[in-house]
């Protein structure tokens, strides 16, 4: 830029511009030349700084490319094709029932936009600023593993299509292993998946579908795992749900409600898909016996699938098992047309954003809601009302999978609003800046012995906030949050209670 006003300078003492006054820079510098007595030669000068000017542009152009400053030119072109399906929503590799695209095993393996996502990277470090796993001191810092990776591709450039294996170990074809080698393996197992670093992103590079792409050829194709998962991908292939209880007892939470089940229920208003978690877990049939209740008190018919129903597949997903998600989900899916559901609504944001957002890609078109959106349209139509006030202040938790994922923000707190006498304080970190609870991409089954407790940060900020009740809608931070608040010790001081608790409290 200062080369540009200098040849301007030149140029305008060179010659008589009728609108010279308007070049006010090029006119300063042009005084400033004309008292240093380069008038004479200010024609030359002018030709001289102007060649100099262009080799220098054209020169960075090409320097550009081979430097980090490529992300001026890519990150343009990473924005123009930034995937515009559901977010969070993972990629559909073809192939791996087949055994073919299990998972991400050399950097030739990534896509093309997921390669782009590297040269666009600005390592700007928001998504590491913003990592759960990174802020709770674990290995993984999402900025390195995207510049790793970038360093990894700009080398193994032109080994590509000679083989060469530059030192590591080698895949099939020659092309080194990126599991393990350029990404450590308690980098992928620290991720929760919660796209905070997807959400910080200037660029919108898509670092959670990475980082599952790796898991899957770890999973899949190596075995390799944390060993505390084996049970959960045990008790999915044998029993269908994460609890290894068997569809006997998935309707165990509705004993005495007046649900109907698939094979009567196809009539039914809504369907109430309950998970696994708000079927076999304890304190999470509470909250399904809660939200059937509050439904049920607007008039609404509700149905279930009752032993029908099986695990969405979301938990082997997120950690790894491709193909065994697909058996589940294509499980369901046919079930689901059977049965003639209308609308599906679900407790667990996990499962609402597996049913609504990929089930498609298998063929699962369906109509799904989560339980917060629906009941406060049912109060917002006046089917539901709340009927006494309920002293006390409280917080609410955005999960990951329903604020950042899937933009359910204002729901859940027009919810609390409505409730008299009850204050609704936020925490520093919420909605789309809302802090993780840990228990997201399959941490919720797996030991957290590196760095801190996520769930205990979290807590911690809730109870800054100074309330008297934890709010959330979602089982797993009903989950973390509760351990939280034991950890703390104040679970005599602080409740941790799921919205459809507190709203079932005040409504009959």
Not at 34 to 52: C, V
Not at 263 to 290: M, P, Q, T
Not at 419 to 446: H, N, Q, V, Y
Request: proline letters at 4%; charged letters at 25%; aromatic letters at 8%.
């Amino acid at each position: 830029m200062l080369l540009n006003y200098v040849t301007e300078g030149f140029r305008l003492l060179a010659e008589t511009e009728p609108f010279a006054d308007w070049s006010f820079v090029g006119i300063a510098f042009s005084h400033l030349f004309m008292n240093l007595g380069l008038k004479e030669s200010s024609r030359i000068l002018f030709w001289i700084s102007w060649w100099l000017h262009l080799l220098i542009v054209f020169g960075f152009s090409i320097y550009v490319l081979y430097s980090k400053h490529l992300h001026i030119l890519a990150s343009a072109f990473n924005l123009f094709f930034h995937p515009t399906g559901p977010k969070g929503s993972l990629q559909h590799r073809e192939g791996v029932e087949k055994g073919r695209n299990l998972g991400v095993t050399k950097i030739g393996d990534f896509s093309w936009k997921q390669l782009l996502d590297l040269y666009a990277c600005t390592e700007c470090g928001r998504c590491t600023a913003n990592c759960p796993a990174s802020i709770s001191e674990k290995p993984l810092r999402p900025r390195d593993i995207i510049h790793n990776l970038k360093i990894h591709l700009l080398a193994s450039g032109k080994n590509l299509l000679s083989g060469k294996a530059q030192g590591l170990q080698a895949s099939g074809d020659g092309q080194p292993v990126i599991a393990g080698q350029v990404v450590t393996e308690d980098e992928l197992w620290a991720c929760t998946t919660c796209h905070a670093c997807v959400e910080v992103c200037p660029v919108d590079i898509e670092h959670v579908e990475r980082m599952v792409d790796l898991r899957r050829h770890l999973v899949m194709k190596e075995a390799k795992f944390p060993a505390e998962v084996k049970p959960l991908f045990r008790n999915l292939e044998t029993y269908g749900d994460t609890h290894g209880r068997g569809p006997s007892f998935r309707t165990d939470w509705a004993v005495g409600l007046p649900v109907k089940t698939s094979k009567e229920g196809s009539d039914s208003e809504i369907l109430y898909w309950a998970g696994c978690e708000g079927s076999f877990h304890d304190r999470n049939k509470e909250v399904s016996r809660a939200i059937v209740r509050m439904v049920q008190e607007a008039g609404v018919s509700v149905g279930v699938l009752g032993k029908e129903e099986g695990c969405c597949g979301d938990p082997a997903r997120r950690i790894g098992n491709e193909y065994l998600f697909r058996e589940l989900a294509r499980k369901n899916i046919e079930r689901l047309h059977r049965c003639g559901a209308k609308k599906i609504m679900t407790y667990c944001p996990h499962c609402y954003h597996t049913l609504k957002n990929e089930y498609p890609r298998l063929g699962g078109h369906f109509e799904v809601v989560h339980y917060s959106v629906y009941v406060n349209e049912l109060l917002r139509q006046g089917r539901l009302r709340v009927k006494r006030p309920l002293e006390g202040r409280v917080t609410f938790h955005d999960p990951c999978y329903l604020g950042r994922v899937n933009g359910i923000y204002d729901a859940p707190r027009e919810m609390l609003r409505r409730i008299p006498a009850l204050e609704s304080k936020e925490m520093k970190l919420s909605k789309e800046k809302s802090f993780c609870c840990g228990a997201g991409g399959g941490r919720m089954w797996m030991h957290e012995h590196l760095g801190k407790r996520i769930n205990h940060i979290r807590t911690k900020e809730a109870i800054e906030a100074g309330v008297d009740v934890i709010a959330t809608s979602c089982p797993y931070c009903l989950t973390m949050v509760e351990d939280g608040v034991k950890n703390q010790e104040m679970e005599d001081r602080i409740k941790v209670l799921d919205l459809s608790e507190i709203l079932d409290r005040v409504i009959r």
